[in-house]
């Protein structure tokens, strides 16, 4: 058993400390209690830990899908409004909502 990275000689002392302290009457009690508080605070700092990664994990995901969809980007696919690039698929700007549909049609091809 090695809480708080303490050895067995200094886990003694303490034990002898709070003999002299809190009583032998009551030290089994209060002992108790300091396991249950220093587990449940052992719990909880794993909890803040996992929950602290996950949220690393995700702000990164978040990242690298903000960076693909800029690379994603096709040109050719601009705003006539606003002139910002727009993915080929989409259907409306990013930027100023313009409908990107709408094209003109194009005619005079072929004959
Ligand atoms: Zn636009």
Same mark, same amino acid.
């Given at each position: 058993?090695?809480?708080?990275?303490?050895?067995?000689?200094? %886990?003694?002392?303490?034990?002898?400390?709070? %003999?002299?302290?809190?009583? =032998?009457?009551?030290? =089994?009690?209060?002992?108790?209690?300091?396991? @249950? $508080? !220093?587990?449940? %605070? #052992? @719990?909880?700092?794993?909890?803040? $830990?996992?929950?602290?990664? #996950?949220?690393?994990?995700?702000?990164?995901?978040? #990242?690298?899908?903000?960076?693909?969809?800029? $690379? !994603? !980007?096709?040109? *050719?696919?601009?705003? =006539?409004?606003? *002139?910002?690039?727009? $993915? #080929?698929?989409?259907?409306?700007?990013?930027?100023?909502?313009?409908?990107? !549909?709408?094209? =003109?049609?194009?005619?005079?091809? *072929?004959?």
């Amino acid at each position: 058993m090695d809480i708080f990275g303490i050895g067995a000689g200094e %886990l003694f002392l303490i034990l002898v400390l709070a %003999l002299i302290v809190i009583g =032998p009457e009551r030290l =089994p009690e209060v002992a108790s209690q300091l396991g @249950r $508080t !220093v587990a449940d %605070l #052992r @719990r909880q700092a794993n909890q803040l $830990t996992a929950e602290f990664q #996950r949220s690393l994990e995700l702000a990164a995901q978040e #990242r690298k899908e903000q960076r693909l969809a800029a $690379t !994603v !980007v096709a040109p *050719g696919a601009v705003c =006539p409004s606003c *002139g910002a690039r727009s $993915t #080929r698929e989409a259907r409306y700007c990013a930027s100023c909502g313009a409908n990107l !549909v709408e094209r =003109p049609a194009d005619g005079g091809s *072929g004959g």
